[in-house]
């Protein structure tokens, strides 16, 4: 059987399951919504109950991929409990999840929810050291700070840290894109306020997508310099008039720093970003280990979701 954890209605998840239906596998598919009614856990055993009277059984597990999400639990305390000691049992379930996930790890899998948030800092670190060119940056605190970062570096971005916010909420989206940050940006600052990243803008003369698969890259080019919406942050997409997205060879000296990065961190899968000066450098932004990839899957003809599906099959064998 092969396990999918993911969240609740991932396009990509479902493009990757109607493959592995066609090659005959058996798989279960699990996400947030799915509740654990009953854990049963001991020195070689591993056995969960969930409320829609499903069992997984980890011995019959044989390729494992995490996609996105968490094992959720019903099991909870007496409401009339004091918050501290709510605060403990949360603290026994989240010991549990970490065990269910390093015992996922010791399976045959493509990713794992232990390696999925990567730290963007981290990352940009690791990634020069395998010799990949990246902007400079900073994490400040302080209005001067800022401003001597940009005398240096003339035109600037700021950036969430970790995971910028993505979610909806009383009908309203809230998102963060990374966006130019001027110098009256600069002179509203006030003299100290919570850490931020600044980053050195790097002119683009086209962008690329990057899905990397157990040693393979597939890359995608976007021409998202052309459209002043999109200049910045491709994000802001156009819909009128979208960029144009093309199949792309990368050099093969990036691609093996690349495959050095993603195994200095443990990864078997994840979405690169990396921008292409106009003076051909290739600047590497940032890697995402649970990415989407159906676009770059689409526009550039790689079924990558049939690969997946057939990565994880061999997996299986």
Not at 118 to 131: F, H, K, P, Q, W
Not at 157 to 176: R, W
Not at 259 to 286: A, N, Y
Request: hydrophobic fraction near 40%; charged fraction near 25%; glycine fraction near 4%.
């Amino acid at each position: 059987m092969i396990l999918i954890l993911t969240g609740s209605q991932d396009a990509t998840t479902l493009d990757v399951i109607k493959w592995l239906r066609h090659f005959d596998q058996e798989i279960m598919v699990l996400s947030n919504e799915d509740i654990i009614e009953e854990v049963q856990i001991s020195n070689d055993e591993t056995l969960l109950r969930f409320t829609d009277q499903r069992t997984l059984d980890f011995s019959k597990i044989k390729a494992y991929w995490y996609r996105r999400g968490d094992f959720t639990f019903r099991l909870k305390a007496a409401e009339d409990h004091p918050a501290i000691i709510h605060a403990h049992l949360k603290r026994e379930l989240n010991s549990i999840t970490q065990l269910i996930h390093n015992r996922l790890l010791e399976l045959p899998n493509l990713s794992s929810s232990l390696n999925a948030d990567s730290n963007r800092l981290d990352v940009m670190c690791i990634a020069e050291n395998a010799g990949l060119k990246i902007p400079s940056f900073g994490v400040f605190n302080t209005r001067r700070q800022v401003q001597d970062f940009a005398l240096k570096h003339g035109k600037i971005v700021t950036k969430p840290i970790g995971d910028g916010i993505s979610l909806n909420e009383d009908e309203v989206a809230y998102m963060q894109y990374t966006d130019v940050f001027e110098q009256e940006d600069i002179d509203r600052l006030p003299d100290s306020f919570l850490p931020g990243l600044f980053v050195e803008y790097i002119e683009k003369k086209y962008e690329l997508r990057i899905f990397y698969l157990r040693g393979t890259c597939y890359t995608m080019a976007i021409l998202s310099q052309q459209d002043t919406q999109t200049s910045v942050d491709m994000r802001h997409y156009n819909f009128q008039r979208p960029n144009r997205a093309l199949p792309y060879r990368l050099p093969e000296e990036i691609a093996v720093k690349i495959d050095q990065l993603m195994r200095q961190l443990s990864l078997k899968t994840g979405s690169i970003d990396i921008i292409v000066s106009p003076e051909d450098e290739f600047v590497f932004l940032e890697v995402n280990p649970v990415g989407q990839f159906g676009n770059v899957s689409s526009n550039c003809n790689y079924y990558l979701e049939r690969n997946v599906a057939l990565h994880l099959s061999k997996l299986s064998l």
